[in-house]
């Protein structure tokens, strides 16, 4: 009997599918020996060498590994193909008493049957440098993690975290934040004219005076043009004819899967990364058993197998026809800094369509193997092509335009449409133009005018922060999902619908980070820390080097940190409760108890009360019962939030309710004007909607 010693138990059933009963599969169910919990574990004083320790709980598979191994005539370490799971399988051969050259280690891109009997039968030696690189990001991390934690919770309050990731990350986060506050909105107008040639109308906009892109800035200005437009004559000045091109997006890789999930499908990145996972150890396919249907989850490389490839043009050619294969395979460049080790995402098997597996599936896992499905299958295809046409106006001094395409061949977007912000004020749309030559005089119908400002960067959502963190080079592919849940779960972030708010807890911890650990938060220190850790995987640095260069000038941010900063308050939440005594509007504090109104005139004012009297109360919380309140920000917007805070961080915009979604049982949430109340449901996936009149108040 041969031993498989895996990660998750999750594909335990899938491998021995596939490997039969010649073989035992055992899950360590993730590390099973790490730094210790209580203590850093890395000396400084002996090249930062690190202590490890049985991680606690772990001591039962340990003793069966031990027991199984012992009596194996094969051990074979399968963990997961990335850094993480090349460390697992050098600390299980440490355990077991594995020699670090012997050929034990096997890896899988994906968990299909002939994939994974000839991993089996061509396992390799622990890849070292890799285990180097995963060695170096654990004690880079432990460092900051475990230095910077305690002197936050000590200055600022207790239970906080620091990371060398998830703070820039929260940076990120707050400097928009920030941004917008700051932004100063700008006036300006958009103009349009209504013409009409060979009775077929259609708009086109101001853009030019005296040939120079121009926009009026406010109403005098605007209508001072349209005065001057009433009197000219609108003549075609150029007609542009071309033939575009759209060429077909590259196969998801992690951040872009998640990406496509949220703005899609609206599954968060803990949602989607759930559904991946499941989709890549496994899925009960009634009959054929527990089947996986995805490659590896966590990659950065757009990188297809041949064989792949070839499988993709046979399934295109038979579903879609001939035209919809290019001439030559495509290939796409991934980001300058990936890694490469992997495939992209995409399906294991074409054959297995979604509809074919959709009974045997969860909705959330349909819906993002569809994703995956139809992204590689569009990876594939051809070009789309269009008719494009852009029409140059004038009248006067001033210059209109207007552009317009219709689709000549479909190319990919027979299988995916890629998802693209809407921007207010494009010219391209896809309208119905007359036939327009040089010199033709059109009729003037209307000329509209219409008041804009200019809008602030929106907040991150997710998807948008994913993306953010992948150009700029902070984090992988592994840790773009832990890092936002680290940031919800330590409250320094809450969602306003799918968009991420800073807390003012987020940005005291910002703040301070920024005033005393300036090289932890500066992005571009952070970018060069990842690629350091690639040159350690690539086997051209050594992880105590990069330890070592980093650590000097850490420990005196550390000592100085300790030393000089002052105990920093958190600004108070003020609730809409007025202290009885002395008139003042009562602050949330936080106790031994959990938190209590008090009057913010305190040592004078001692009047304090519960935050939770009914009176006061919004609703129950959906997520926990307790009571929900009216809070403000630090800079005075409204928002509602549990009194159960920080152990449940629901917090909305939108004023919510007790009312149940008659479609989908979700909360629903309520906005008022002076005559209707407009109920709307929580969950953006539902169109559930209602307005009623509001009721009358009633007179003495």
């Given at each position: ?35 210790p ?6 000396d ?6 690190p ?40 600390h ?6 594995i020699?670090e ?21 061509n396992?390799r030696k622990i890849?070292?440098d ?8 654990r004690v ?29 990350a ?48 406010n ?57 991946a996972?499941a ?8 009959e ?7 490659t ?14 070839a ?20 290939v ?5 800094n990936?890694q ?7 399906p ?7 509809e074919?597996v ?18 590689f ?33 479909a ?14 004020n ?8 007359p036939?327009?030559?040089?010199n ?11 008041q ?10 997710e998807?948008?922060l ?10 992988r592919?592994?840790?773009y ?16 619908g ?6 003012e ?7 301070f ?9 500066d992005i ?82 001692k ?6 009297e009914?009176?006061n ?50 909360y ?17 996936d ?15």
């Open positions: 009997m041969k031993l498989v010693i895996i990660e998750g138990p999750g594909k335990r059933d899938t491998l021995k599918k596939y490997l039969g009963s010649n073989y035992d599969v055992v899950a360590t169910k993730g590390h099973i020996r790490d730094l919990v209580k203590s850093m574990g890395v400084p004083s002996t090249n930062f060498e202590k490890y320790e049985i991680m606690p709980g772990k001591e039962a598979i340990i003793k069966e590994l031990k027991e199984k191994s012992a009596k194996a005539e094969q051990v074979l370490l399968a963990t997961d193909p990335d850094r993480e799971g090349e460390a697992i399988s050098w299980i051969g440490k355990i077991l008493n020699k050259d012997a050929p034990c280690r096997v890896e899988f891109n994906e968990i299909s049957k002939t994939v994974v009997n000839n991993a089996v039968l396992p890849n070292m890799l285990v180097h690189a995963q060695l170096g990001r880079l991390d432990r460092l900051v993690g475990y230095k910077i934690s305690p002197i936050i919770c000590k200055k600022i309050k207790s239970n906080l975290s620091a990371g060398r990731v998830q703070s820039v929260l940076k990120l986060v707050v400097d928009r934040e920030k941004e917008i506050i700051n932004f100063k909105p700008k006036e300006y107008w958009n103009v349009a004219a209504s013409l009409q040639k060979d009775n077929i109308k259609f708009k086109s906009a101001l853009a030019t005076y005296k040939n120079k892109k121009f926009v009026p800035e109403f005098d200005q605007t209508q001072e043009v349209l005065d001057y437009l009433n009197n000219q004559q609108f003549i075609v000045k150029e007609v542009k004819k071309t033939v575009t091109k759209s060429n077909p997006p590259p196969p998801f890789i992690t951040s872009t899967m998640q990406q496509d999930a949220l703005n899609k499908i609206g599954m968060s990145i803990a949602k989607t990364t759930k559904s996972q989709l890549y150890e496994g899925v009960e396919l009634g054929e058993g527990k089947t996986a249907l995805i590896y989850i966590r990659t950065d490389s757009t990188r297809v197998s041949p064989e792949a490839q499988k993709a043009k046979e399934y295109i050619t038979k579903t879609y026809g001939a035209d919809y294969v290019p001439s030559t395979y495509n796409f460049k991934s980001k300058k990936a490469d080790a992997h495939e992209a995402i995409r294991i098997s074409l054959e297995r369509t979604p074919s959709k009974k045997y599936m969860t909705p959330d896992n349909y819906k993002l193997y569809k994703l995956i499905y139809e992204r299958v569009a990876s594939q295809m051809s070009q789309a092509t269009y008719d494009s046409m852009t029409v140059l106006i004038s009248a006067g001094d001033y210059g209109f335009k207007v552009s317009g395409k219709t689709p000549l061949f190319g990919f977007t027979r299988a995916y449409k890629v998802y693209e912000e809407v921007e207010e494009t010219d391209s749309t896809d309208i119905k133009l036939k327009l030559t040089e033709d005089v059109m009729e003037l119908l209307e000329l509209t005018k219409e804009k400002f200019t809008k602030p960067p929106a907040r991150f959502t998807a948008s994913v993306k953010t963190m992948e150009e700029k080079g902070i984090g592919p592994a840790t999902a832990p890092t936002i849940a680290v940031l919800l779960n330590r409250a320094y972030t809450l969602k306003d799918k968009y991420l708010t800073p807390t807890l987020g940005i005291t911890v910002t703040e980070l920024e005033k005393y650990f300036s090289d932890i938060m571009s220190f952070t970018a060069q820390m990842e690629d350091n850790l690639d040159k350690v995987e690539e086997g051209q640095m050594q992880w105590q080097d990069l330890i070592k260069n980093f650590y000097g000038d850490f420990e005196k941010e550390v000592i100085y940190a300790v030393r000089g900063s002052k105990k920093v308050s958190v600004p108070l939440e003020v609730s809409d409760v007025v202290c009885e005594k002395c008139g003042a509007k009562m602050v949330v504090r936080e106790g031994k108890t959990g938190k209590f109104l008090a009057c913010p005139n305190f040592p004078n004012c009047n304090i009360k519960s935050i939770n009914p009176k109360s919004v609703c129950s919380c959906p997520v926990c019962g307790k009571d929900v309140f009216e809070r403000k920000t630090r800079f005075g917007k409204i928002f509602y939030g549990c009194s159960g805070y920080p152990t449940c961080n629901f917090a909305s915009w939108d004023k919510p309710t007790n009312l149940k979604c008659p479609k989908c049982k979700q629903i949430t309520v906005k008022e004007t002076k005559t209707t109340l407009t109920y709307k449901c929580s969950n953006k539902c169109d559930f909607t209602k307005q009623e009149e509001k009721p009358k108040e009633k007179k003495d």
